[in-house]
């Protein structure tokens, strides 16, 4: 265990919450008894490891992150065992990005380390919170907030790192079943220099818009294009995009513009260990169009922590309507939900030492 996190110190709640019935879970709604705090102050570093009762936070109204957003978030799971006991999915790559989003947003580093042990220790305490029923996970939300009392534009001296929990179901109410894509020429969600490539709550706070109006037109979600020329295709809503051409796989590059995506490295992994070709590289959605034109577009799917694979079965550019693989779910897609579901809650074999069991 890192060294800092052997001076935790653990209040339990005396008024423990009625927990849900995991058959009706909806998406980070319900919380769970306990929250990890960790304070940072310049010239001492972070420190007092707590684990209390989970409850509202008391800041300083004149807090940096009310006013220059200097924030930024992560979110893994938790998962039941096949054979009992519970896993993490690949932890260490939370903790490494969230050292890259805080080097960009002038956050300090954080032991990778105490950051896994601080997760597992929380989870531990509230264990019993993890739902055992399909399609189910707990929800980890780490995240930190500037929270020095000042009104200037530079770096904040004093920082808290937070998680909390939350036991949640499917994150489309439809689970594993298609959906519809507005394809976003108007606003961007980022460009090269900015921070596409940071897990912040300003890139989540900018796409808003283009949400809500695409949700009025009766889609799900929007697909962003590149912040220059609004021609080369980037990332589905908060996840990273696959497109199957001609049999091969398509996705956007790691340039900085779109988040290196967990699930993304390991749809990536499985697919080269199947032999299937896959192009990191931009394409435009001009090309997209034509291929499903053509005949040649057979699916489309969005990877991320919170659906794990959400298939496309629609997707609307400017007036142009195309249905993808007749609006089912596509052999790949379904391959890969099973595929990583089932390393996760360990009915499949691990062999990349993805799992870590608690």
Not at 32 to 53: A, K, N, Q, S
Not at 260 to 272: C, E
Request: glycine residues 10%; hydrophobic residues 35%; aromatic residues 10%.
């Amino acid at each position: 265990m890192n060294e800092l996190l052997k001076t935790l110190t653990i209040t339990k709640t005396t008024s423990p919450k009625a927990k849900p019935d995991p058959a009706t879970l909806g998406f980070g709604e319900v919380f769970t008894d306990h929250m990890f705090i960790l304070d940072f102050d310049e010239g001492r570093g972070w420190h007092d490891p707590v684990i209390v009762p989970y409850a509202p936070i008391s800041l300083d109204p004149a807090a940096a992150v009310f006013h220059y957003a200097q924030e930024m978030f992560e979110g893994l799971k938790t998962y039941t065992s096949a054979e009992g006991g519970l896993r993490l999915f690949r932890p260490d790559m939370n903790a490494k990005r969230t050292n890259r989003t805080n080097e960009r947003i002038c956050i300090p580093q954080i032991d990778e380390d105490l950051y896994v042990d601080a997760v597992k220790a929380l989870v531990e305490i509230d264990k019993d919170w993890v739902p055992d029923f399909p399609g189910t996970s707990l929800y980890i939300r780490p995240f930190i907030i500037a929270t020095e009392p000042f009104l200037g534009v530079r770096p904040s001296n004093s920082f808290k790192f937070i998680i909390i929990l939350s036991p949640v179901g499917p994150y489309y109410k439809g689970g594993l079943t298609p959906t519809k894509i507005y394809v976003e020429d108007n606003y961007v969600r980022s460009a090269e220099g900015l921070t596409g490539n940071a897990k912040i709550g300003g890139n989540y706070a900018i796409s808003l818009k283009s949400q809500v109006e695409a949700h009025e037109k009766g889609y799900h979600q929007v697909l962003w294009l590149d912040g220059k020329e609004r021609r080369y295709v980037e990332e589905i809503g908060t996840s990273n995009a696959f497109f199957v051409i001609d049999g091969e796989v398509y996705t956007a590059p790691l340039t900085g513009t779109i988040l290196p995506g967990i699930t993304r490295d390991s749809v990536l992994t499985i697919l080269k260990d199947r032999g299937i070709p896959v192009h990191e590289e931009r394409f435009t959605i001009e090309e997209v169009y034509k291929a499903a034109d053509e005949g040649r577009l057979s699916e489309v799917f969005a990877s991320g922590t919170a659906a794990v694979i959400s298939p496309v079965g629609e997707m609307l550019w400017r007036d142009r309507r195309i249905t993808i693989g007749g609006g089912d779910i596509g052999a790949l897609s379904q391959e890969l939900y099973d595929t990583i579901t089932g390393i996760q809650s360990g009915r499949l074999p691990d062999t990349h030492g993805w799992t870590v069991k608690l």
